[in-house]
């Protein structure tokens, strides 16, 4: 890449960094959208995604946690279906094809996903554990596939089953993602000897301020209502893209 693009990516991510990590996701599919739009390889996508959602979902999870959001009856059950799954999906490969289908419906899926409100702490309830566990498995094995962290499953979930609010789904999605994302980066090193990707380091720095940024925001100031939808209309962009390369 030419140092323009360089620095067109790297603003890129640091937009999706600090918007995502408002509503404690990654930003993954956010990531994807701009390394499709800037004509990166699905090979070097996936592992990219997936190393930059580490950074900013480890910092989401701190945050977010300190700030007294996180529900550890709801987050355990999801989890432990969700990471041998998870590193399965990150072995595996699809074909191409399916790779960019896939893709573009997750972010379509995102992009719901970013518009869905927050229905607060009426009506909040329990998810039964084998509900949890089995939806945890299946967010994992997709996750691990497309080389996502699963917020942008689990969190419409969560909020539209009455299982959390805004917030307790951003606390609990965090760590959901990062261990996610650290089980698909073992399954794709467990069939692949690709390299770390050659954008990382530049990449992790951006996301990083980003992912502090927003993060912050997002636990301690701002509502979660209006931001992330600015980031919807780009995605669902990017998902329809996708269909049709």
């Known amino acids: ?108 899926l995102s992009a719901f996903r970013l518009a869905i409100r927050d229905n607060g702490e009426e009506g909040l309830r329990r998810p039964a554990l084998g509900v949890a566990v089995i939806s945890g498995g299946c967010i994992g094995l997709v996750s691990g596939l497309i080389g996502i962290g699963g917020g942008v499953l689990l969190t419409p979930l969560l909020l539209i089953s009455g299982w959390a609010n805004a917030k307790q789904a951003a606390a609990v999605s965090a760590p959901f993602i990062l261990l996610n994302s650290i089980s698909g980066l073992i399954g794709i090193g467990m069939h692949s000897s690709q390299s770390i990707p050659e954008h990382l380091v530049l990449a992790s720095a951006f996301v990083l301020v980003g992912g502090v940024l927003g993060s912050f925001l997002g636990s301690r100031t701002l509502p979660m209502r209006m931001i992330p939808k600015v980031l919807s209309a780009v995605l669902v962009i990017a998902g329809l893209k996708l269909f049709y390369v």
């Open 1 to 108: 890449m030419v140092e323009a693009d360089l620095i067109l990516l790297g603003l890129s991510l640091f937009m999706v960094a600090t918007l995502y990590s408002i509503t404690g996701h990654g930003g993954a599919s956010g990531y994807i959208a701009v390394m499709v739009l800037l004509g990166l390889s699905p090979q070097e996508i996936k592992p990219l995604a997936l190393g930059l959602n580490v950074v900013v979902a480890s910092i989401a999870t701190i945050l977010f946690y300190r700030a007294g959001h996180f529900k550890g009856e709801t987050f355990w059950p999801f989890v432990a279906g969700s990471i041998p799954l998870a590193m399965l999906g990150g072995y595996l490969d699809l074909p191409i094809h399916w790779f960019n289908l896939a893709m573009g419906g997750v972010l379509l």
